[in-house]
């Protein structure tokens, strides 16, 4: 069925925050914690965003650092599910072009390849993880841009009245 996921903040014993992401598997109606990378940089002002990776079989987390002394998008995915210590860096990303802008992440493909929102003209781009090759998608996001992903199921609700489409 899936899980959903969030990122999460617990104060310890000796009152420190522990930063996490939380998972509720909505099949088994478990709900469990995964830590961040240990080598994450907690003390800088950072961005983060989950995805599910191009296989749906994990995930993936993007940490994005845009200040004035330092610039840079991390990407990261989980080899093995539910286990903190299999995160993988899978590289950095610095500024890029003429204007020095930072891109957003939106999502990874199933590909495995990301989708990029260019700062400048708010373009979307692809980006292949290996070649680090970007390929333009034609597609202007606007001010305002999100991604989401569904999983196309034949499962109806529970209802007599329930339309399937």
Not at 50 to 59: V, Y
Not at 65 to 84: A, G, N, P, R
Not at 104 to 110: D, E, S
Request: proline fraction near 2%; hydrophobic fraction near 40%.
């Amino acid at each position: 069925m899936g899980a959903l996921h969030w990122f999460a903040i617990r104060w310890t014993d000796d009152h420190k925050m522990k930063f996490m992401v939380m998972g509720f598997d909505v099949g088994s109606e478990s709900l469990g914690e995964i830590l961040l990378p240990e080598s994450l940089n907690l003390n800088a002002l950072l961005e983060f965003k989950l995805g599910a990776t191009g296989g749906r079989k994990s995930i993936g987390l993007f940490v994005r650092c845009d200040t004035e002394t330092d610039s840079y998008l991390d990407i990261w995915v989980m080899k093995e599910y539910f286990v903190q210590k299999l995160w993988t860096k899978l590289m950095i990303l610095t500024p890029q072009g003429p204007e020095r802008s930072l891109s957003k992440p939106m999502c990874f493909r199933r590909s495995g390849e990301v989708v990029l929102q260019l700062e400048d003209d708010r373009g979307l781009v692809s980006l292949d993880i290996v070649s680090k090759q970007f390929k333009s998608l034609g597609i202007s996001a606007g001010l305002v841009c999100s991604v989401d992903s569904y999983e196309e199921s034949l499962v109806l609700l529970d209802r007599k009245d329930a339309i399937s489409y």
